[in-house]
């Protein structure tokens, strides 16, 4: 069982930056693919980013790329999402998930396990 906790979240203006950490419970942690997803107001979960066990895959959803950096401290069990240049249509409940496979995977159905999600707003 691996539990997981968002961190990070709050409000920032169109353009500013904000980190989001998850921390996981277990001591697989360092096996395990890990994806964040999002979930704006009145639309489905979709995907954002991936990154593999080893840190040496990542995946991300084309309206991201280039802004959103995925990255992982195994040591920390700990996974990361810089995001920059951060615009109002990013604004949404972000949340971490875990694949016991340990690949980057883009579908929800993929990932064993999910937190809480926390709260990102970006304003205009």
């Known amino acids: 069982q691996v539990q997981l906790v968002e961190s990070g979240g709050g409000l920032v203006q169109a353009g500013g930056s904000l980190r989001l950490s998850c921390a996981a419970s277990?001591?697989?942690?360092?096996?395990?693919?890990m994806g964040w997803f999002r979930q704006a107001p009145g639309k489905e979960r979709e995907f954002v980013a991936a990154i593999s066990w080893s840190g040496g895959s990542t995946l991300y959803e084309d309206s991201v790329k280039g802004r959103f950096t995925i990255s992982r401290e195994n040591a920390k069990n700990t996974v990361y999402l810089q995001m920059n240049s951060l615009k109002p249509e990013d604004t949404a409940v972000y949340y971490c998930a875990a694949d016991r496979l340990g690949s980057t995977r883009s579908r929800q159905y993929e990932y064993d396990y999910w937190g809480q999600g926390t709260q990102v707003t970006v304003s205009s």
């Open positions: 277990g001591r697989t942690f360092s096996s395990y693919g």
